[in-house]
């Protein structure tokens, strides 16, 4: 089992910035993808951005291309979301997905592309 625990959200005012973090424990593993996913109010879960284990693959959704990073660091088996420039349809509850050893550069956009899930965070920006 892997246990992922989120951080980082918040209030925040249009045009400002917020990092989430998200921390993996519970079982060792030799790769881990991971991956954003953001759900507003009466709205589907969707996807923000993912990285491979490697880093050396990663990708957004095209409202957030240009303003939103995604990093991760094995040592700490955390991923991070670095979001820029945010706008009100920015809010929602964040959540952080992984996917349990499938490869160093493994990564997903898709929900059932990953096995655990965060109980989420949520962010909310004001106009």
């Known amino acids: 089992q892997v246990r992922l625990a989120e951080s980082g959200g918040g209030l925040v005012q249009a045009g400002g910035s917020l990092r989430l973090s998200c921390a993996a424990s519970?079982?060792?593993?030799?790769?881990?993808?991971m991956a954003w996913f953001r759900q507003a109010p009466g709205k589907e879960r969707e996807f923000v951005a993912s990285?491979?284990?490697?880093?050396?693959?990663?990708f957004y959704t095209n409202s957030v291309k240009g303003r939103f990073v995604i990093s991760i660091d094995n040592a700490k088996s955390t991923a991070y979301l670095q979001m820029n420039s945010l706008k009100p349809e920015d809010t929602a509850v964040y959540f952080c997905?992984?996917?349990?050893?499938?490869?160093?550069?493994?990564?997903?956009?898709?929900?059932?592309?990953?096995?655990?899930w965060g109980q989420g965070t949520q962010v909310t920006v004001s106009s």
């Open positions: 990285t491979s284990w490697s880093g050396a693959r990663q």
């Open positions: 997905g992984a996917e349990l050893n499938p490869g160093n550069d493994y990564v997903s956009r898709i929900r059932t592309g990953y096995d655990y």
């Open positions: 519970g079982r060792t593993f030799s790769s881990l993808a």
